[in-house]
């Protein structure tokens, strides 16, 4: 009996343990699987990434660069919305002494402007034709515009010399010569003014210009073109310095900064990023647009442009506008064409979707921003005060209500996608986004430096790099001179002409200050009104 019951508890302890090893081979199974199942979507969610990473990189390369959606959803009625800030416009006139102006519509332009020189042609009937009319007349019957064709000239100065007797000694007097901006050089100001326009303004490579020239009658090198560009720029510099102080003083600036290649910059390769920085402010009626150049992205670079700026700084979410934020105690505010940009991106790149298909997040988001600028449009005539208003009532609201749907939505969308980054980053930029609110003059992006740096950034495309640090600086000079002179509504050729015909002569601080962009006194023909 007792073995027996020996043999029964060995086998039901054999039975025990073959269990027990059932059910670890089971959890390890489990675990096995659980760990499978993780991989598979940790791999899906990283498939899931890289193709709309790679379906962002077709677009970049391939697709249109406009961040316009014209297919679009309408979540919001911005027309809705339009009505009522006009109906607000029309209660803030109502209170103001004057009306705000409006906008009057652009007229489609019939004829040639009145500025243009004219040169009246008559066609004349013969003698024969006019035998017996009783009187005759003229009337104008079409015009046409004509291209006068560049030339080179070259101007020969002869200077007058008158010899004295005194006490049987000769004594001469000649007469005074023009002071030139560079001294010694076979390229007057005009020819100057040409060489920095055609780059600067209009994208010409100075070999390019070369080759020009070389057509018109007479060879000027690039080499010699690019050095009279650099001595330039000690000439231009105290006027720089005067725009910078001028820009300074203001109480809101505008920053942003591009790249630009140096071949021979000392301690960086030729391949590495080096930096043109643009600054765009001013005091009322003085406009001014900087450029300056430095091979350095970090923050002491904006410390040293607006070391004694104090107010407002807009600029996009580079960090390195931190500092002179902390050390200048300036108060900073966001872009939103930035942080639209960003759900641009992310809504082309979604996956594509039928007609009745769902509007992706993105869509939702820039939904949102649409109506932003919506009220951006609406109040753009409006007075700084009645602007203000219009943001406390309408934009506060709007952005409180983003918000919430940024914070409810973030937890929803899987990080590493385009749509996360998007609304971490205006998450992140919230304070700053929100800045324009506090004052009616304030602009909702920071599209006017774009703007400014936007010429750059073409005539980039056509000379590529810069060959010495140099010849950056001289860049960076003439492109301010070029951006000034628009802000301000100037001919930008005619501008540079100018000053260089009377800076050789500028000796004083007043002398200079009269070349100023809101000081140079230019004809009438020479002011565009359409650069302002």
């Not at 003229?138 to 015009?143: A, D, I, L, R, W």
């Not at 920085?277 to 923050?299: A, C, H, I, N, Q």
């Not at 506090?438 to 073409?458: H, K, T, W, Y």
């Amino acid at each position: 009996m007792a073995t027996v019951i020996s043999d029964l508890q060995q086998r039901l302890a054999s039975k025990e343990e073959a269990f027990l090893n059932q059910q670890a081979r089971l959890k390890s199974q489990a675990s096995a699987l659980e760990q499978r199942d993780q991989a598979i979507q940790s791999r899906d969610a990283r498939i899931e990434i890289l193709e709309e990473l790679l379906r962002h990189k077709k677009i970049q390369q391939f697709a249109a660069s406009s961040e316009k959606q014209p297919h679009q959803i309408m979540l919001f009625d911005e027309a809705e919305l339009e009505v009522e800030i006009d109906e607000l416009r029309d209660d803030l006139a109502d209170e103001a002494e004057e009306e705000a102006p409006r906008r009057s519509r652009k007229r489609r332009q019939r004829g040639f402007c009145d500025k243009l020189l004219r040169e009246r042609i008559e066609l004349t009937l013969s003698d024969e034709e006019k035998a017996g009319a009783s009187k005759a007349f003229f009337t104008k019957v079409k015009e046409e515009l004509e291209f006068i064709p560049a030339q080179l000239k070259v101007l020969e100065y002869w200077q007058e010399k008158a010899v004295f007797e005194q006490e049987g000694e000769e004594r001469m007097v000649a007469a005074a010569r023009p002071a030139h901006p560079l001294g010694k050089c076979i390229a007057t100001p005009s020819l100057l003014a040409y060489l920095i326009t055609s780059k600067y303004a209009d994208g010409l490579p100075l070999y390019r210009q070369e080759q020009m020239l070389k057509r018109l009658g007479h060879e000027v090198s690039r080499t010699s073109m690019a050095h009279w560009i650099i001595r330039l720029d000690n000439v231009f510099q105290p006027l720089i310095n005067l725009m910078r102080e001028t820009q300074n003083s203001s109480d809101y600036l505008q920053a942003d900064e591009t790249r630009i290649q140096v071949l021979k910059e000392d301690g960086k390769t030729a391949q590495s990023d080096k930096w043109m920085w643009v600054t765009r402010g001013g005091p009322p009626g003085k406009p001014s647009v900087l450029f300056e150049y430095d091979p350095s992205r970090g923050g002491k670079v904006p410390v040293r442009l607006l070391d004694d700026f104090q107010g407002i700084l807009q600029a996009d979410g580079y960090s390195g506008y931190g500092k002179v934020c902390r050390d200048n105690n300036l108060s900073r505010i966001g872009c939103w064409d930035h942080a639209r940009r960003k759900f641009v991106e992310a809504s082309r790149a979604a996956p594509a979707k039928g007609k009745k298909g769902q509007p992706s997040k993105a869509d939702v988001a820039l939904s949102h921003i649409r109506k932003l600028y919506a009220v951006e449009k609406a109040a753009q005539a409006l007075s700084d005060a009645e602007r203000y208003r219009v943001r406390q009532e309408k934009s506060l609201p709007l952005l409180n209500a983003f918000k919430a749907w940024l914070e409810k939505n973030a937890p929803k969308v899987m990080k590493g996608m385009l749509t996360r980054k998007a609304i971490d980053y205006t998450l992140n930029q919230w304070d700053t986004l929100v800045g324009y609110c506090e004052r009616g003059d304030l602009q909702i992006s920071n599209v006017l430096a774009e703007n400014a740096i936007r010429p750059f950034a073409v005539g980039r495309k056509a000379w590529l790099f810069a060959d010495t640090p140099q010849g950056a600086k001289a860049s960076a000079t003439c492109y301010s001179l070029i951006e000034t002179a628009k802000a301000n509504g100037l001919e930008p050729s005619a501008y540079i002409h100018h000053v260089l015909t009377h800076i050789a002569d500028a000796v004083t601080l007043e002398q200079l200050e009269t070349l100023l962009p809101w000081n140079a006194t230019l004809p009438a023909s020479k002011k565009v009104a359409q650069y302002g």
